[in-house]
């Protein structure tokens, strides 16, 4: 099995920032790529931002120079630097981690539970 297990999420009043951490545990081959998405109540999961393990970087236009996603591969970690943030943004945060768990195999999606994130207006 894989575990993501993210972090950092809260309440923040509009402006603000937050950083979200995912770190993938288990036992696995490698990771492809990690990333963000999100779903807000009444609404369909929307991708934030991904990062390859070449740290090619991937953004939602609605988050585009105000999130800034970066990775720690040796720590098999995803972060997701929050600023300026908008009420709009409110939602549940959910890690997602591309893994292949043997040599030779393919890649699968894992999914983290999801972390809160609550913008004041």
């Known amino acids: 099995q894989v575990q993501l297990v993210e972090s950092g999420g809260g309440l923040v009043q509009a402006g603000g920032s937050l950083r979200l951490s995912c770190a993938a545990s288990?036992?696995?081959?490698?990771?492809?790529?990690m990333g963000w998405y999100r779903r807000a109540p009444g609404k369909q999961r929307e991708l934030v931002a991904t990062i390859t393990r070449g740290s090619t970087t991937n953004y939602a236009d609605s988050v585009k120079g105000r999130f800034t996603i970066s990775n720690d591969n040796a720590q098999n970690t995803v972060y997701l630097q929050m600023n300026s943030l908008k009420a709009e943004d409110t939602s549940v945060y959910y890690c997602?981690?591309?893994?292949?768990?043997?040599?030779?195999?393919?890649?699968?999606?894992?999914w983290g539970q999801g972390t809160q994130v609550t913008v004041s207006s």
């Open positions: 288990g036992i696995f081959f490698s990771i492809n790529a």
């Open positions: 997602y981690a591309a893994v292949k768990r043997r040599f030779g195999g393919v890649y699968n999606d894992w």
